[in-house]
């Protein structure tokens, strides 16, 4: 543990994004893992703060991937649309 470099994540979490936007089955398996952590987070019995912390991650993630990559040619109503500054 801790022999990789600390820019070992932000390189794979570029990939992961990279991937989301070139690839249908990145893009379903996502939303399939994320739609299981909001069915957990929205449960009654879990804590408040379990809530705003996935709702802070997800809004963090959405500027992230929504703001510097446009859709692919031909998908562009699949891409997720950037944070909320309407």
């Known amino acids: 543990m801790f022999r990789n470099s600390f820019i070992t994540p932000i390189f794979y979490g570029h ?18 893992v994320t ?3 909001d069915e957990y987070a929205n449960k009654p019995d ?5 809530k705003q912390g996935w709702g802070t991650l ?3 993630i959405g500027r992230w991937t929504g703001t510097t ?7 562009a109503g699949q891409a997720p649309p950037a944070s909320g500054n309407q």
Do not use: H, Y
Request: aromatic share 12%.
């Open 46 to 50: 879990v804590p408040p703060v379990v």
């Open 58 to 60: 997800q809004s963090l």
């Open 15 to 32: 990939f992961v994004r990279m991937r989301f936007f070139q690839s249908a089955f990145t893009r379903e398996a996502i939303v399939r």
């Open 69 to 75: 990559l446009d859709a692919p040619a031909g998908q």
């Open 35 to 37: 739609g299981k952590i």
